[in-house]
């Protein structure tokens, strides 16, 4: 089953929280993310945000997305506790190869790799489930000063993913019913994509082609750009900010002070 990020509308503190205050708590998550080395320290964190997201009311939606990276996580696991050959032997050596062994610090540092991973992209997650587009393009145009093309290119391709999906899933249903076979070795499988491909890239060149249309009659890139609304940040957006900050540098002078 294939798992959709869109903005989940609800009224939790997280969700009145300026976009720019959200981002940057992502980042600040990326940043801390990477300084921090051990899994307990990981595993608090990514447990503080499955936290949050409850306390935002998309604790269900978080799960489902994470879901689906714990075989990446565990594919990461495997090839640093194989490759890793620092510290303390406790498994092996396996099938007789003197290399192929487990070692402690290759098996934390695996599971510290994994963690990190997991708490990276359930920050964003959480950021892209509690934030509008709209917002974030605000605060990318206003605050960061990212020209708004490019706002507007990130943005229209996060927009587009859940109807990309649901399209392929129509088109792949009406091959179906035209008795198309989709399963098979990873031969048959992958010649199995054509079919998918081409009223897939049939359809998103005719969205495209709307789209410019309905820009150019807006006026999208002439100069004297105006905006509807103006969303400013409160003084609780601030004071998260300033915690975020003071939180990265307490962490990075523990970890290299």
Same mark, same amino acid.
């Given at each position: 089953?294939?798992? #959709?990020?869109?903005?989940?509308?609800?009224?939790?503190? =997280? %969700?009145?929280? %300026? @976009?720019?205050?959200?981002?940057?708590?992502?980042?600040?998550?990326? #940043?801390?993310?990477l300084l921090l080395r051990d899994p307990l320290s990981l595993s608090v964190l990514f447990l503080s945000l499955l936290g949050l997201s409850? =306390?935002?009311? =998309?604790?269900?939606?978080?799960?489902? @997305? =994470?879901?689906?990276?714990?075989?990446?996580?565990?594919?990461l696991i495997l090839l640093q506790v194989f490759f890793f050959t620092e510290g303390n032997v406790i498994v092996g050596p396996i099938a007789g190869v003197s290399w192929l062994a487990i070692t402690d610090a290759g098996l934390l540092f695996g599971i510290s790799m994994a963690l990190r991973m997991i708490t990276i992209v359930t920050s964003f997650l959480l950021f892209l489930l509690t934030t509008p587009m709209r917002s974030t393009v605000l605060a990318l145009v206003e605050y960061l000063k990212v020209p708004y093309d490019y706002a507007f290119l990130f943005i229209t391709s996060l927009r587009f993913i859940p109807t990309f999906l649901e399209e392929v899933r129509l088109i792949r249903e009406a091959q179906e019913a035209r008795a198309h076979d989709f399963g098979g070795g990873s031969l048959a499988r992958l010649k199995a994509i054509f079919p998918l491909a081409l009223p897939l890239v049939n359809l998103s060149l005719q969205r495209a082609e709307r789209m410019a249309m309905a820009m150019e009659t807006r006026g999208f890139g002439l100069p004297g750009r105006t905006y509807y609304r103006s969303e400013k940040p409160a003084a609780v957006d601030m004071a998260v900010i300033a915690g975020l900050l003071l939180a990265i540098a307490a962490i990075g002078l523990r970890q290299f002070g």
């Open positions: 089953m294939s798992v #959709t990020i869109e903005y989940v509308p609800a009224s939790s503190p =997280v %969700h009145r929280l %300026h @976009a720019l205050t959200k981002l940057s708590a992502a980042l600040a998550v990326l #940043t801390i993310s409850a =306390v935002a009311g =998309v604790g269900r939606e978080t799960l489902a @997305a =994470v879901k689906g990276l714990f075989k990446v996580a565990l594919i």
